[in-house]
């Protein structure tokens, strides 16, 4: 799952982070980077192109929530993220 956030200095960035757990209302995740309690993100589902078709993957639309949990473990950010509005 791609990842973006505002960074603790304005700067935006875009991560690459790991699913572990998903619902309709939110998301576990494992990230390079660190984040913080009530910081905005927008998560963007990438999708495989259909068998055959030669062209680029779409992902879903993205999703957008809030980091209601942070925990590190071995240099790994686990974060749990609530979702704006459930998932359809």
């Known amino acids: 799952m791609f990842l ?3 960074g603790s200095r304005g ?3 875009l991560d690459l982070a790991k ?4 619902s309709a209302t939110g998301a576990y995740l494992a990230c ?3 984040l ?5 993100v927008t998560l963007t589902i990438p999708a ?3 068998p055959d078709s030669g062209v680029v993957p779409v992902g879903t639309p993205p999703i ?6 942070v925990e590190s473990s071995g240099g790994v950010h686990l974060v ?3 979702f704006a509005r459930p998932l359809d």
């Open 4 to 6: 973006r956030c505002a």
């Open 11 to 13: 700067d935006e960035f």
């Open 19 to 22: 699913t572990l757990d998903i």
């Open 32 to 34: 390079p980077r660190p």
């Open 36 to 40: 913080r309690k009530n910081d905005l």
């Open 48 to 50: 495989p192109p259909p």
């Open 64 to 69: 957008q929530g809030r980091v209601r949990r």
């Open 80 to 82: 749990g993220i609530e």
